[in-house]
């Protein structure tokens, strides 16, 4: 009698594996650039000390609303003691008004990181088209538009700024327009340098070669390259937009209806703070402008140290 054979059972055949789109793979590219690019950041003791000052007065800028109350900032509800120095009751002292300078402060740095991030993204957004245009068309382009950048840097850009906000006004949307005109033509010049370079490279000659046009090669190829060196200029230009608006402050051009750092300094200075000795009316705006202006320049210079490579092998 035949014993019957088991079937044969066929394995079934693994799963294809599934392809990822080209965007899926951009971006996990993307996400691990950033991780390392952060790991590089993070044993930057100096950059993080930065980061960490930065991060507390962005916190104290975003949470003012609910910190501090808005009408007591007006002189009319005020009910504090003028030039009352620093005390249980007010911590910083009050202002001429009464008012404490506790609140001061923390409505001045949402006024002054407001001009500052606002200012410096119609810097870089200037200074960034300027800068690739000329560098990626050249020719006739490059000098118009070169000779146009060097009018700005050699002329004195307080000057400028004094002109423009004296016919413009002294609003807040006066003041950022007038230091972001003023203040990108350093951008542009890094910009443009950076784009002569990128544009020469073999892999944007291939993609010209392949029939791209102008705008395929300026979006995919030269503004990726560019953006590290925007983006480090970009932390180091809000630290100056910051003290830009300080001094047009002081020189009597800021906003009088809004709470600056920068206003705060002038209101101490027009009424005699400094020769009649009441120093925590001018000394705490003071501080918190360079502490600010501080830590975006250890920020930048953490930055640097991400996009040079040879900052690193030091």
Not at 185 to 208: C, H, N, S
Not at 245 to 274: C, K, M, Q, Y
Request: charged share 15%; with cysteine.
């Amino acid at each position: 009698m035949a014993i019957a054979e088991p079937p044969v059972v066929q394995a079934e055949p693994p799963p294809p594996p599934t392809r990822r789109s080209a965007r899926a793979i951009t971006w996990a590219r993307r996400r691990r650039a950033v991780a390392a690019h952060w790991r590089v950041y993070r044993r930057n003791r100096q950059g993080m000390w930065g980061l960490a000052i930065l991060l507390i007065f962005i916190a104290l800028a975003l949470a003012a609303p609910l910190l501090v109350d808005e009408r007591r900032l007006e002189p009319a509800f005020s009910t504090g003691i003028p030039f009352q120095p620093p005390s249980a009751d007010a911590w910083l002292g009050t202002d001429k008004f009464g008012r404490s300078m506790v609140d001061l402060l923390v409505y001045g740095a949402r006024i002054s990181l407001l001009v500052g991030f606002t200012a410096t993204v119609g810097t870089m957004l200037i200074g960034s088209v300027v800068g690739i245009a000329a560098g990626y068309y050249g020719g006739r382009i490059d000098a118009l538009l070169n000779a146009f950048t060097n009018w700005f840097l050699v002329l004195p850009w307080i000057v400028l700024a004094i002109v423009l906000a004296s016919l413009l006004g002294a609003t807040l949307f006066n003041i950022i327009l007038v230091i972001a005109i003023t203040s990108w033509a350093g951008t542009a010049r890094l910009v443009r340098a950076q784009t002569l370079t990128v544009k020469e490279r073999p892999y944007v000659e291939r993609a010209r070669a392949l029939g791209a046009g102008d705008w395929h090669l300026i979006t995919r190829h030269i503004l990726p390259n560019v953006f590290p060196v925007i983006f480090a200029n970009t932390v180091l230009t809000v630290a100056l937009s910051i003290l830009s608006e300080t001094t047009l402050s002081i020189l009597g051009l800021g906003d009088p209806n809004s709470v600056s750092w920068g206003v705060i300094i002038e209101e101490s200075f027009s009424s005699g703070a400094l020769t009649a000795g009441y120093w925590w009316w001018l000394i705490p705006p003071g501080v918190c402008i360079v502490l600010v202006t501080l830590a975006f320049t250890m920020c930048g210079y953490a930055l640097d140290e991400i996009l040079n490579p040879r900052l690193r092998e030091r």
